[in-house]
């Protein structure tokens, strides 16, 4: 009885801090989201806020951050969100032992996610943009022992890694042309992006990175994978983070990429096609996560298609959904994960009967679904008015825009219908376990949630002047008005709406036939793009393996052939390139003890590569250094010649302790010679050759040479600048090269010893 109320004493104990987490928990994103609130009367009014420090002061570099409208929206949105999420994660992971990972997780995804969006430099920008894509793997990879989850987390990484180094090449490029990695003055240079004829290595490289974070096509892939992630994490990747990273650096980039053909084009159908192929992909899933999964990418799609236009319209109604999108999303996402955890799956042909055993989780349901297909008197009305109305107001296509957008809501408005209806009112399975509803901390956060649609739905204004406004006139660069409304009278917007609700109803009620219909059709598709990606990633391991063969066989002669080869390819194309053939230098004339010293280099480095046994082998070395060290001597380098000399003789130290045991190269032959070995060592001193001849015929301004001349005296206290370079302007590369040594010394002298204890066994 003691053992076991000790036992039960210490599981208190073990529990209280992770109780103590999840009470605390919601508080730093509460504070936050406080903090912008009160900012929010100011940010109605245009103002705008910009602070920070020097970072890399010889680069321009700071560490600096904005606020504006758009900024402002965003860092709402993870902050608010992100209390919900908190709250719903400490009841969702109740009693899970890694709980305090999570929560450090989660708070590294989040602080990466609002310096993202706050930064007010390039630079910083894609440190927080880095920041995401790790913290995200190691969320969607959390449950660690699942090899879905792991495979999942890796596609993420690599997916998003990819496009983060197109990202930072374009940042860099953009912060070249505009002659500032700041924000605002990087915003303010949209016609020096313009006529720069790297505006388009600019804009292809940016747009790679926000589509691979936003999951657009040919990058989607990743995005329903991630579903390995625990609930709470998906909720909040879907809606208010992570993906929407993507769509921020588009909205961000507007006001100097955009307003052109390519910049329309490239959106506009890039998001139509990552839309509608969602959709269909939509109607297939039975997995209820997964269908909210596809259609985050429905939402990321169209959003970024209406990103493409130039009209206020489509910008208001793409700033406008993603604010709709972020609440029903993150309260579905939270219904589905009480559904999960209550009924033990989510499987929609498992479920049912669910509505009266859980009547507060179906209100929440029923309130989110209804706005995420856009029932009026919902915020998702608004917004879905909004998305037609730019719809039409797009100048390139805006009949391909709006029939896409009226396809992709009816697809939304069925996928509503299968997650707030089937589970809860279709008939219960026999398979089903009696279901009782979930505690409080888990259905109180989808209800907030959903409530708020409903009550921006009712009260517009309390989010069109002070979120959406200024930020569609952030995204414009000029300023913008909006007027959200619940009613905008009898027009072609309210006509597309209803037909989107027929459509949408009608693919509910035929859902059976419609995925039997798309199950047979996908049966002839291509392959799909996960098992591309996995295709593609046994090639690379395919190509990897075989490199290491070829070239990292553990043979010290293929080695050195490989990096000679590649140092000569290299110089001769650097040679051809440049159009230089120094073969008219002006050689000075020798005297004869110059000729002696090269006499001496050359046949020993002959004499060297020709011998047959070692010891004539390191003496003709030896002979090669002390040449090398005169001519340095008879060029006036005299220290340079007594550490080439004093490296020769511990050399030949070192050798001489181990020459014993080394093996005769070659003793069937009297003259070792390698025929390729000496092309390739010929072709190689020669491109060296005339490498160093072009560089002596050019012209030599070096003002570091200057700053070492003048600043040897005074700075290092020594008129042997070479000397003063090695040890103090140097000081930690010496250092490290000192250590280097000392390390291989040691590891020789480990093996030596390790071999002579050997020999004596």
């Not at 920041?131 to 792991?150: C, D, K, P, Q, W």
């Not at 650096?249 to 506009?268: D, G, K, N, S, V």
């Not at 409530?451 to 204004?461: E, I, K, R, W």
């Amino acid at each position: 009885m003691d053992k076991a109320g000790d036992m039960d004493g210490r599981e208190r104990n073990e529990a209280a801090p992770g109780r103590l987490l999840s009470l605390l928990s919601p508080v730093p994103p509460a504070l936050f989201a406080i903090v912008l609130l009160i900012l929010m009367p100011d940010i109605s009014d245009g103002r705008e806020f910009s602070f920070g420090v020097t970072w890399v002061a010889a680069l321009g570099i700071s560490l600096r951050f904005y606020i504006d409208g758009l900024s402002f929206l965003f860092a709402l949105l993870i902050s608010g969100i992100g209390v919900f999420v908190a709250i719903y994660a400490a009841a969702y992971l109740r009693g899970h032992p890694d709980l305090r990972r999570f929560y450090f997780y989660l708070y590294l995804f989040m602080v990466g996610m609002l310096g993202l969006v706050l930064a007010g430099d390039l630079i910083t920008l894609f440190v927080f943009w880095e920041v995401t894509t790790i913290s995200s793997y190691l969320l969607i990879g959390f449950n660690n022992t699942s090899a879905v989850a792991r495979r999942s987390a890796l596609q993420a990484l690599l997916v998003t890694t990819l496009g983060g180094l197109c990202l930072l090449v374009g940042l860099l490029l953009l912060g070249s042309v505009a002659d500032s990695f700041e924000l605002r003055q990087v915003l303010a240079s949209s016609e020096a992006v313009h006529t720069s004829p790297l505006y388009l290595p600019i804009l292809i490289l940016i747009l790679i990175g926000a589509f691979c974070k936003s999951a657009q096509l040919p990058f989607h892939f990743w995005l329903p994978n991630a579903m390995a992630a625990p609930t709470p994490v998906s909720a909040y990747l879907h809606s208010a983070t992570m993906v929407k990273a993507g769509i921020y650096l588009l909205a961000r980039m507007h006001p100097i990429l955009a307003h052109t053909e390519w910049w329309e084009w490239i959106l506009t159908c890039t998001g139509a096609a990552t839309a509608a192929v969602a959709a269909v992909a939509a109607l297939r899933q039975t997995d209820l996560k997964l269908a909210l999964a596809y259609t985050t990418l429905i939402a990321l799609g169209t959003i970024t298609m209406f990103l493409g236009s130039d009209a206020s319209a489509a910008v208001a109604a793409a700033i406008t959904f993603l604010l709709v999108h972020s609440f029903y999303k993150a309260a579905l996402f939270m219904v589905v994960g009480i559904i999960d955890k209550q009924a033990g799956t989510r499987n929609l042909n498992k479920l049912g009967g669910l509505g009266r055993c859980m009547p507060i989780t179906v209100i929440a349901a029923s309130a989110a679904a209804l706005s995420m297909a856009g029932f009026p008197p919902f915020l998702g009305f608004i917004g879905k008015e909004l998305k037609y109305e730019g719809a039409l107001a797009v100048a390139s296509e805006p009949a391909l825009v709006a029939t896409v957008a009226v396809f992709v809501n009816a697809v939304t408005v069925t996928v509503a219908g299968m997650v707030a209806l089937k589970p809860f009112w279709r008939k219960k399975p026999q398979q089903l376990p009696k279901v009782k509803e979930a505690p409080v901390g888990l259905w109180i956060s989808p209800l907030i949630l959903s409530g708020l649609g409903l009550t921006f739905g009712l009260a517009p204004d309390l989010v069109g002047g002070g979120l959406v406004e200024p930020a569609l006139s952030a995204v414009l660069g000029i300023p913008e008005t909006i007027k959200l409304q619940l009613w905008h009278g009898i027009n072609i917007p309210l006509l597309m709406s209803i037909l989107t609700f027929i459509l949408g109803v009608t693919m509910y009620l035929g859902l059976r036939r419609l995925r039997a219909w798309l199950a047979w059709d996908f049966k002839h598709a291509p392959t799909s793009a996960d098992q591309m990606w996995d295709k593609s990633l046994e090639l690379l391991k395919a190509f990897a393996s075989a490199q290491t063969r070829i070239l990292q066989n553990g043979v010290m002669r293929r080695y050195l052939s490989v990096i000679f080869t590649t140092i000569s390819l290299a110089l001769a194309f650097a040679l051809i390139h440049s159009g230089q053939y120094p073969l008219d230098y002006n050689w000075p004339q020798l005297n004869l003890k110059e000729w002696a010293a090269l006499l001496l280099t050359v046949g020993g480095a002959f004499m060297a590569g020709s011998a047959r046994k070692p010891l004539i082998a390191i003496c003709a070395l030896g002979a090669l250094g002390v040449g090398i060290a005169l001519i340095y001597l008879f060029l006036g380098a005299p220290d340079v010649a007594i550490t080439q000399l004093l490296v020769e003789t511990l050399y030949l130290v070192l050798v001489a302790a181990i020459l014993p045991r080394l093996p005769v190269f070659n003793p069937g032959r009297k003259v070792l010679f390698r025929p390729r070995d000496a092309t390739l060592g010929a072709v190689l001193g020669l491109l060296i050759t005339l490498s160093l001849l072009a560089v002596l015929q050019t012209p030599l301004v070096s003002p570091t040479s200057e700053f070492f001349v003048e600043a040897a005296v005074p700075e290092g206290h020594g008129r042997n600048i070479v000397n003063v370079i090695l040890v103090d302007f140097r000081a930690l590369d010496t250092f490290g090269e000192i250590i280097v040594v000392f390390t291989a010394a040691i590891a020789a002298v480990t093996l030596l010893g390790h071999q002579l204890r050997r020999g004596k066994q």
